[in-house]
């Protein structure tokens, strides 16, 4: 049975969601209600096996969103998100690998106090419980540092079960290892670079994702609330009580359930965890945002916040695949780059190249905003990333070399630039709240992004083509060399590129986290500026990409927002 009023009403029970959730309502003396759109997917096999990876898409745990069409490649890409209890890590490839130290710290450097590694990390730390390899999975290669791991936190993380390193993973630490790129023992203590084996979010043999972790062992307190299969339409704002107050006050949400329309209210606070896709929506459909957008379907601006929704940030994903002579065996690996790692002796030419054209970068990124970013904003944001690509060697490039799999002799290398420049954005493309918002991540549309990918794909073929992983492959299959030939140009690059990259479903940054003159949303606490009691959490609240994959930093983002809000509260 659930109450119509509730201290906190958190939108959206996905990965972030669940945290605060939990965190908040360990407080008895405090009620909480989650509304959250999908449904629970506790015995769902789709979702508990790990090997299903892929299965749950574009059945009704996948929203499936879809972009507008993008002009590098023509057609719209699909971005999948997960619809259910857990949300996204739900659905995900349950990868558990965290950020760069440095990237942490430079959130604090553009102004969000409070925000560095040493201050996340031991959040990273409270969310998780590592499971320590059995002696099979170190035979096969499994690392760590026990100092960089959490053993009492809710979230399970462990290494897939390995009997056997298979030959892949010996071949490519070998040959890695002759280009310079070093095994790295545990790719979670904040230095990414090199090559290693991850963990995943994984309990035994069943995925462990957010409603498995932080919702199921705790659904018996009487002060948390779970409401399945019901949208959150709009934020409702209480009358304000003077004209002198300059903050908005929620008062609750709206919310259908079926064709039932009905309101919550919320007695403290309201925060929306719905996605970097949907939580931006959310904010318009309440009156939160750019009043161009607003107006344009007769919604009534409360607060002029015009970089709703801007900010997108995502990743290009692609495939490179090479046979070999034999079957392959082995497991899922990953490789993080540097700049100097993917240019090699280039390196200060492409930085300077690069560095010049920033200004340029900011203009046209500005004014893909309609000018709701500033470009001077934009422009200090892209020094601070140029800085950490260059200077502060964050990596560049993530490859994920493994088996095939289902075609036994072939080696794949997905692989995607981890810090493009193109910034996107979300906006609603309806006054109906059931309606998808439209989406532009602008893939591929600044040269540095391309340029980027580019020389990750040549690097791959350089692995390809050292020994001793060069003696057991046949050929590269894909792009393969009649397709995209030895000495190919980089527009023979860029065309193949145009038609052979997918979203890598890391989106960020809609209501990006920064000062409010830089094109902010949420402030340093995530609390959305102009509002007394609205925050985002979740992965909207990202000013850059972070390296590494999203669910890690979020748990721990989410693990310390809560705090945030509980001092909040006492002071
Ligand atoms: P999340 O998507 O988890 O939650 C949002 C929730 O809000 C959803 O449950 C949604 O249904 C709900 N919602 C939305 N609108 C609503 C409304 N109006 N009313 C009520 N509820 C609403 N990351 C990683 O670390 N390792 C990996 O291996 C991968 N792999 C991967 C694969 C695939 C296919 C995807 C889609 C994503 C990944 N990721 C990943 C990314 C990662 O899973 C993702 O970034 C986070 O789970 C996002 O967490 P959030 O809390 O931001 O939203």
């Not at 945290?19 to 508990?48: I, K």
């Not at 390995?162 to 545990?186: F, K, S, V, Y």
């Not at 209480?238 to 008062?251: G, K, M, V, W």
Request: aromatic residues 8%.
């Amino acid at each position: 049975a659930t109450s119509q009023s509730y201290d906190y009403i958190v939108v959206g029970g996905g990965t972030s969601g669940l945290v605060l959730a939990n965190r908040l309502s360990e407080d008895p003396g405090v009620s909480v209600l989650v509304v959250e759109a999908g449904s629970s997917v506790l015995n769902n096999v789709n979702v508990t096996d790990p090997n299903r990876y892929s299965m749950a898409f574009d059945t009704k745990l996948d929203w499936a969103y879809e972009s507008v069409n993008q002009s590098f490649g023509g057609g719209p890409q699909v971005l999948r998100a997960g619809r259910a209890l857990g949300g996204s890590s739900a659905i995900n490839g349950m990868a558990y690998v965290r950020a760069q130290d440095v990237q942490v710290d430079a959130w604090e450097a553009i102004g969000n106090d409070g925000w560095t590694w040493e201050t996340l990390f031991p959040y990273y730390l409270k969310s998780e419980n590592f499971t320590i390899p059995a002696q099979t999975q170190v035979d096969a290669g499994a690392t760590f540092e026990s100092a960089e791991h959490g053993f009492q936190g809710p979230l399970r993380t462990a290494f897939p079960p390995m009997n056997a390193t298979g030959e892949l993973t010996p071949l490519i630490n070998e040959t890695l290892h002759a280009l310079g790129i070093p095994w790295n023992r545990d790719i979670n203590g904040g230095r990414m670079r090199g090559f290693s084996i991850y963990p995943w979010t994984l309990d035994g043999e069943i995925r462990h994702d957010a409603a498995r972790a932080y919702y199921w062992p705790f659904a018996n307190r009487a002060n948390l609330h779970v409401l399945l299969d019901t949208r959150v339409n709009r934020i409702l704002w209480a009358q304000p009580s003077n004209t002198t107050t300059d903050e908005l006050t929620a008062s609750g949400v709206e919310i259908s359930l079926a064709n039932t329309t009905s309101h919550i209210v919320a007695k403290k606070e309201v925060i929306l965890s719905a996605g970097v896709l949907r939580s931006p929506a959310l904010l318009e459909l309440s009156g939160v945002g750019n009043p161009r957008i607003l107006e344009a379907y007769g919604i009534p601006v409360m607060i002029d916040l015009p970089t709703v929704g801007e900010n997108l940030q995502d990743q290009m994903n692609t495939l490179m695949t090479a046979s070999g002579e034999n079957i392959v065996t082995g497991g899922r690996t990953v490789t993080f780059a540097t700049a100097q790692d993917i240019f090699g002796t280039t390196t200060a030419s492409v930085a300077a190249a690069l560095y010049a054209q920033l200004p340029a970068y900011a203009h046209q990124m500005a004014t893909a905003s309609h000018d709701a970013m500033p470009a001077e904003a934009l422009l200090r944001l892209f020094h601070v990333q140029h800085d950490l690509i260059f200077k502060q060697n964050v990596p560049v490039a993530e490859i994920i070399f493994k088996p095939a799999g289902s075609d036994t002799t072939t080696i794949n290398a997905g692989y995607w630039g981890l810090l493009p420049y193109a910034r996107g954005s979300v906006h609603i493309a309806s006054a109906s709240p059931a309606a998808n918002p439209s989406i532009n991540p602008n893939y591929g549309l600044l040269p540095w992004d391309v340029q980027l990918q580019n020389a990750i794909a040549r690097f791959i073929r350089s692995v390809f083509n050292t020994d001793p992983l060069r003696s057991f492959i046949k050929e590269e299959t894909l792009p393969g060399l009649a397709a995209v030939p030895g000495n190919a140009s980089d527009s023979v690059w860029t065309d193949w590129l145009k038609h052979n990259y997918a979203s890598n479903f890391h989106p960020v940054g809609t209501t990006a986290m920064l000062p409010r003159s830089m094109g902010g949303v949420v402030n340093p606490h995530m609390k959305v500026y102009g509002t007394a009691n609205v925050r985002v959490v979740d992965n909207s609240i990202h000013p850059f990409q972070l390296c590494g994959h999203p669910v890690s930093n979020l748990y721990a983002i989410a693990e310390r927002a809560a705090d945030l809000i509980k001092g909040d509260m006492k002071g």
